[in-house]
């Protein structure tokens, strides 16, 4: 997930294209996130909430968004580092349109409500950095797992969602184990799982996600950036063997020239032709899985 290694990446990039962080900041705020993305095909109208989500440690702020007629199966998603903002809530909206009821959550809402950062915040910057990195030091797997259930229950409790479908999460960078700890708390409802640049997936850890991969049976996609496949190249082989022993679908691949964080419009290292592409075998995996 984000870190110093990196961050030296993404500024290595940004030199070579003459862009400076806040200069990308700035450029991020002009152009609109939500114009970032092609049109979706057939789109269905939408209603969008701000809702508060009760959990065993507080009130979480969340947006809910889902197609304005019928239910439909629910997606639970996890931000990136720099949590809640415009770009997720247009990347939930999009998946609404594509008929999704869809959580997106404030991670650190022990902390902060949303936004915890401004438009064009990066985590390049020392100032961002200062905000989310003892936030995203307060959460562990303890409260992955009691956040996971809490969103689950909400969701399944919304008269837009079908429950007899199975529900879907995603997650991104340090969403990324988020989302496998959340297929193995709710294992019965849980259909499918997908990160993006998630980071921390197959660590030595004693609660690294991986090993919880026995305790599930979610349809899984990870799309992994290449510069994280580079400094961390086992990773990938550890899940894809974790998987075969237990016996369940996953898709793991390396996004050539994708670099951490290529996902998110406001990203410093956006990706619009591997962001499609990751977008697109999501849609694969969440209509076949749920």
């Known amino acids: 997930m984000c870190d110093e290694r990196t961050q030296h990446d993404t500024d290595t990039f940004l030199n070579r294209l003459g862009i400076t962080r806040r200069q990308f900041g700035k450029l991020s705020v002009a152009a609109g996130v939500a114009a970032m993305f092609p049109p979706v095909a057939n789109a269905q109208d939408v209603t969008e909430t701000d809702v508060e989500v009760t959990t065993p440690d507080g009130v979480a702020d969340c947006y809910f968004v889902h197609p304005s007629t019928g239910q ?3 997606v639970l998603v996890w931000p990136d580092i720099l949590g809640l903002r415009p770009a997720f809530r247009a990347m939930g909206n999009r998946l609404a349109q594509s008929g999704y009821s869809v959580l997106v959550v ?3 809402y022990r902390d902060a409500r949303s936004p915890v950062v401004g438009e064009g915040a990066s985590f390049g910057q020392s ?5 989310v990195l003892p936030m995203a030091g307060n959460l562990n797997a303890e409260t992955h797992f009691t956040d996971a259930k809490a969103f689950v229950s909400f969701l399944d409790q919304q008269g ?5 479908r199975k529900i879907g999460t995603t997650g991104y960078c340090m ?10 708390a709710v294992p019965d409802r849980l259909g499918a799982g997908a990160t993006f640049h998630g980071g921390g997936l197959a660590t030595d850890g004693d609660d690294s996600p991986h090993l919880l991969i026995p305790k599930t049976t979610a349809h899984m996609l990870h799309c992994v950036a290449a510069n994280d496949d580079e400094n961390d190249p086992e990773a990938k082989n550890t899940l894809r063997a974790a998987y075969a022993a ?3 679908p996953a898709e793991i691949e390396v996004y050539e020239g ?3 964080g290529w996902c998110p419009p406001d990203s410093q290292v956006y ?3 591997q962001a499609e592409r990751a977008w697109s075998r999501l849609l694969v995996l969440l209509e076949s899985a749920l």
Do not use: C, K, S
């Open 72 to 74: 439909h199966p629910a």
């Open 106 to 108: 404030n991670p650190f």
């Open 127 to 131: 100032e961002t950095r200062d905000i």
């Open 160 to 164: 837009a969602v079908d429950t007899n």
């Open 175 to 184: 969403g990324g184990p988020m989302v496998m700890r959340t297929v193995a």
């Open 246 to 248: 237990a016996g369940i």
């Open 258 to 260: 994708a670099m951490h």
């Open 271 to 273: 990706n619009e032709t």
